[in-house]
């Protein structure tokens, strides 16, 4: 996967990362990516939010988009307290020292005792959801083809030949346009320019071969141009 590099195990390298993340809400482009989804896999711990404050709001961020749960983080440092009572229980200390750790999602003690999560089944999962978005641009993507046929014959008729050839040659995913053109080669010889547009799946070398298969009409067929849509 291309993308920044950076050893953020070393201090050198988190520092790095911290500087990099300075203006920036994620590690390439605008929104969530898998190279978000690959830099922090290689924290073993949240940055500290006092020496790396943007790799730490960076980090934050993403561990929200990921859904992990049960991170806590450090509270900033505060000013020294005034000295205590002598008198004042332990108790309340204890409480004062449980509220410096809060889940920075805000679960409660029930969501806490959920499953958490491994680093391995967390790295899967992202590696799974990044495998079905491609799948799913895949899917949806369009190719325009446009093709020239050429007859065997100058007695050959061109229009039959194209209705024949749109009404006989399918797949799933591949339309055929609508109009076709005819072009003159030479001598009274034309050609059909043609086209169609197909899925992900399709090959145009299929199409092409199925349309050659008009041994007794078609001469040749060449592909002129593709672009995808």
Sequence with gaps: MGGPKFDVATPKGAAAFNGFMGSKSYVEGWTYSPADAEMFAKFASCPDPQKQPHAYRWYIHIAALQ?????????????????????????AAKKDDDDDDFDVFG?????????????????????????????????????????EVKP???????????????????????????????????????KINMTFTMGANNSSDDVIEAIEAFEDEVQSVEMLSMNVL
């Design 67 to 91: 859904g992990v749960r049960g991170l806590a983080i450090a509270a900033p440092p505060a000013a020294a307290p005034a000295a205590a009572p002598a008198a004042a229980p332990a108790k």
């Design 152 to 190: 065997f014959s100058t007695e050959t008729d061109l229009n039959e030949l194209w209705k024949k050839i749109t009404t006989t040659v399918k797949q799933d995913g591949l339309k055929w346009g609508e109009h076709c053109h005819l072009e003159e080669i030479a001598f009274g010889i034309k």
């Design 107 to 147: 679960d409660d003690d029930e969501e806490d005792d959920a499953p958490k999560e491994s680093r391995a089944e967390m790295l899967a999962r992202l590696k799974k959801e990044a495998e079905e978005r491609t799948a799913r641009k895949e899917a949806k993507q369009r190719t325009l083809v446009a093709i």
